[in-house]
């Protein structure tokens, strides 16, 4: 099994900038796929940005060319680098691991984004 913890998150202007950080419990060493999700108040929860073990990614529309994922394998983390915040990005952000093969997800704890003036 595989907890895992966020930091990060918290209040920033618009047009400004926030680094999320999630990190599992473990060192996998299985092949794995990690990802961010958000829930904004009376939304469902949607995909944010994924990146898989071979460093492909993806992100939804609305945060693309804005916000960059990255992974430290060696550390079992991944990160959210946010830039050029909009009111509509603020929710709480989930992380996410996957481990291929397999219909288990393993969640973070979640962490208020609040982009506001």
């Known amino acids: 099994q595989v907890q895992l913890v966020e930091s990060g998150g918290g209040l920033v202007q618009p047009g400004g900038s926030l680094t999320l950080s999630c990190a599992a419990s473990?060192?996998?060493?299985?092949?794995?796929?990690m990802g961010w999700y958000r829930q904004a108040p009376g939304n469902q929860r949607e995909l944010v940005a994924l990146?898989?073990?071979?460093?492909?990614?993806n992100y939804a529309e609305s945060v693309k060319g804005r916000f960059t994922i990255s992974r430290d394998n060696a550390k079992t983390t991944v990160y959210l680098q946010m830039n050029s915040l909009k009111p509509e990005d603020t929710a709480v952000y989930y992380c996410?691991?996957?481990?291929?093969?397999?219909?288990?997800?393993?969640w973070g704890q979640g962490t208020q984004v609040t982009v506001s003036s």
């Open positions: 996410n691991l996957n481990i291929p093969g397999t219909p288990q997800d393993y």
């Open positions: 990146i898989m073990n071979g460093d492909n990614t």
């Open positions: 473990r060192r996998i060493l299985r092949v794995y796929t």
